[in-house]
């Protein structure tokens, strides 16, 4: 039987078709991973709360939000709750049984508890609620609460101050965390790069004048309980010791000089954080050289009015 030209056509092609396919080798099976951060919300919920938190914390790239903030946000709240409890017993301890050891124990526990819960690696650099917290801790030994605690030093005076400063620092700690962090500086890192965010966006100004406010407050109050006025207004005097007082404060300058060198708008605060780290360094001269004798008193008055003059221009962004 004859064919026709068009069905042999077909049939040709059919033929070299399925050679083809006989010679060609097997695609391999291509299988499709999910993403990372969809892999873990795709797990089952086997693990605690916290550990839930950590993993969220180093899931993702945190763009646009996600996972990443979420757990930074959820550590804030963690850690403000740490240090509220902590400082709730400690005033409890004070009030009934009046240890200021006990009592600086605990405020210190609080610090430690509250940095062993903080996520081990923060994709979006690091909270304020973590730098006054590890900034506590180094106050503590400076300070000298470390010794205390271990039997090398007490004088009641001296505990009683610290205690009347570590439960401000407790506190606002906290507020650092719930003020700062989580209404402002995480939502801003979360949106800055999300172009189809329906959150309203977090003005830059707002978190550069908490930040300010801040760190005003800390240096503020590091100076106002622990220098006084004699009472015929001659002279300052350090309830801890001049020399303990001032590398704490040292610390602290440069600390914070390095906070308003990363805020949003630094360029208004430079001047003010160039004094800061002029005096932290006049106060470190000054320590290495000291002779013990009635300079004390004269280089006390001088830096604790310095800084009261820095504090003031920075409420002002005022220079010199």
Not at 98 to 105: A, K, S
Not at 180 to 201: G, K, M, V
Not at 264 to 289: K, P
Request: proline share 3%; glycine share 6%.
């Amino acid at each position: 039987m004859k064919l026709s030209i068009t069905a042999l056509a077909i049939l040709t092609s059919l033929s070299v078709f399925a050679t083809e396919q006989v010679k060609a080798p097997a695609k391999p099976e291509v299988t499709v991973r999910p993403s990372l951060v969809a892999d873990i919300l795709s797990r089952p919920i086997q693990q605690t709360q916290s550990q839930q938190q950590v993993q969220a914390l180093r899931s993702g790239t945190g763009i646009g939000g996600g996972v990443v903030f979420e757990g930074l946000i959820a550590w804030c709240d963690q850690a403000s709750g740490i240090l509220h409890d902590a400082r709730v017993e400690a005033r409890e301890s004070w009030g009934l049984v009046g240890n200021p050891v006990d009592t600086l124990e605990i405020y210190r526990n609080g610090l430690t508890l509250a940095i062993q819960s903080a996520p081990e690696h923060q994709t979006q650099g690091q909270v304020f609620t973590l730098r006054y917290v590890q900034r506590g801790l180094t106050l503590s030994q400076i300070l000298g609460v470390d010794d205390i605690l271990a039997g090398r030093s007490l004088a009641q005076r001296q505990t009683e101050s610290l205690v009347n400063f570590f439960d401000w620092y407790l506190g606002f700690t906290r507020d650092v965390g719930q003020e700062l962090d989580r209404q402002l500086y995480i939502p801003y890192l979360a949106n800055r790069h999300c172009n189809d965010c329906h959150e309203t966006p977090v003005r830059t100004i707002d978190i550069e004048r908490r930040t300010v406010e801040l760190s005003i407050s800390a240096l503020r109050e590091l100076d106002a309980r622990f220098v006084h006025t004699l009472p015929d207004r001659s002279n300052l005097y350090s309830s801890i010791g001049v020399t303990t007082y001032l590398k704490a404060l040292s610390y602290l300058l440069r600390q914070v000089a390095g906070d308003l060198r990363e805020t949003l708008f630094a360029e208004s605060f430079v001047c003010q954080a160039s004094r800061m780290e002029g005096l932290s360094e006049q106060i470190n001269r000054f320590l290495n050289n000291r002779q013990g004798n009635s300079q004390d008193a004269i280089r006390l008055n001088r830096f604790s009015l310095t800084l009261k003059d820095i504090v003031t221009k920075l409420s002002n962004r005022g220079c010199f």
